[in-house]
């Protein structure tokens, strides 16, 4: 039985080791000279493990027991030193102790060398996305410009007149290169997305701060993108009654949500034109409403709410919303597109917490 116990111990190291001590003690009464070989050795390791498992204060009810036995409940022959044995027994506690604080000193400080290698990592990723931004957005902006200026510029247009008349075929042409510019800048704009976001999440969020502050620099960064691009962007985020306490999931995906709602006014709204975007928190929901006119192509039909045009993206994020007993309704009606996504909030994770505010 010791055997067995000593050779599973270091997968179980507590329960083994008083295991072991209750085998030390109890063989006696298995076997007459069961206590020549569960003697002093297998207490000892017994010992020694629960100090190293466990915490400072059983190493030191471990101690004051061994002590109050050898003095006072079972003194040891006239051959052994009690002083000797209570100061061998200390030993081991006190090795015991050590090997467990070396090993949480080196666990922290290997924790330490990780978060300062991530804080590095996040700068540099930050760095490429400004440089990103800098390099390649600008110039897919002015060139969706200038596509769109075509256009607008068919003969007989108000624009006509002052870019010159272009035949339908070309017009058609320069309505797909816009299609694909606007395409390329919104996946530039995600790949930056995903460099500057943090997937480190902050200890809670018990008033609703940290997801309130999430999806305003989401907003604001959408913002300055769609005003870049010619839309006369209104969003507003109102808080009625208290800002929510979102999980992390629950944040994550009102966040996503509105990441693809600023991707779909650069693809499909009218270019130029005026867009209004409200995000409503509410102490126990989010809702969030979407209103702009559409581009001519896709605006001659109207839409009902349970076809979502352009189709995978909300489609998915409506699905996803039902799974939270939420709604994501849309509607196109003369020319106009309209979303209307709600979003309830119930309860918030005790761990993590809640995305970490994305650095715009």
């Known amino acids: 039985m010791l055997v067995a116990t000593l050779v599973v111990s270091p997968l179980f190291p507590k329960s083994m080791s008083v295991a072991i001590i209750v ?3 109890a063989g006696d009464l298995f076997t007459s000279y069961a206590s020549s070989g569960n003697s002093l050795p297998t207490h000892l390791y017994a010992y020694g493990m629960l100090a190293y498992s466990t915490n400072v204060i059983i190493a030191a009810a471990l101690f004051t027991y061994y002590v109050a036995t050898i003095l006072l409940i079972s003194p040891p022959g006239p051959g052994t030193n009690p002083v000797s044995m209570i100061s061998m027994y200390a030993m081991v506690l006190l090795l015991g102790r050590a090997l467990s604080w070396s090993e949480k000193t080196t666990r922290k400080r290997f924790e330490a060398v990780q978060n300062k290698n991530r804080l590095q990592e996040l700068e540099s990723r930050a760095r490429i996305a ?3 931004h800098d390099a390649v957005t600008g110039d897919l902006s002015a060139a969706a410009f200038v596509a769109q200026r075509h256009v607008g510029g068919v003969s007989g247009s108000p624009s ?3 870019t010159g008349p272009v035949s339908a075929a070309d017009a058609e042409d320069w309505r797909q290169i816009n299609e694909y510019i606007l395409s390329a800048l919104t996946n530039v704009h995600r790949v930056i997305d995903e460099l500057n976001m943090d997937a480190t999440v902050l200890p809670g969020d018990a008033d609703g701060e940290a997801l309130a502050n999430l999806l305003r ?5 959408g913002d300055r993108r769609l ?3 010619g839309f006369a962007i209104t969003s ?3 808080c009625a009654g208290g800002k929510p306490s979102a999980s992390r999931e629950t944040a994550e995906l009102a966040n996503n949500l509105l990441r693809e709602i600023y991707a779909n006014i650069a693809r499909h709204a009218a270019p130029g034109s005026k867009v209004d975007l409200s995000v ?3 102490p126990n929901a989010i809702e969030i409403t979407q209103i702009n006119p559409m581009k001519e192509g896709i605006a001659g039909a109207d839409g009902h709410d349970n076809e979502l045009p352009g189709g995978h993206g909300l489609a998915s994020f ?3 919303l039902e799974s939270h007993q939420g709604t994501l309704t849309t509607s196109a009606q003369d020319g106009s597109w309209t979303l209307f996504a709600y979003i309830p909030v119930t309860v918030i994770d005790d761990s993590p917490g809640l995305f970490e505010q994305v650095q715009a």
Do not use: E, S, V
């Not at 620099?217 to 960064?221: A, I, L, N, Q, Y």
């Open 318 to 320: 409506k699905k996803q």
């Open 227 to 229: 005003r870049k691009l």
């Open 280 to 282: 409503m928190l509410r």
């Open 236 to 238: 507003i985020r109102h």
């Open 23 to 25: 085998i030390a003690y």
């Open 160 to 162: 006509a007149a002052a």
């Open 130 to 132: 400004d440089a990103i």
């Open 217 to 221: 620099t989401t907003m604001d960064d």
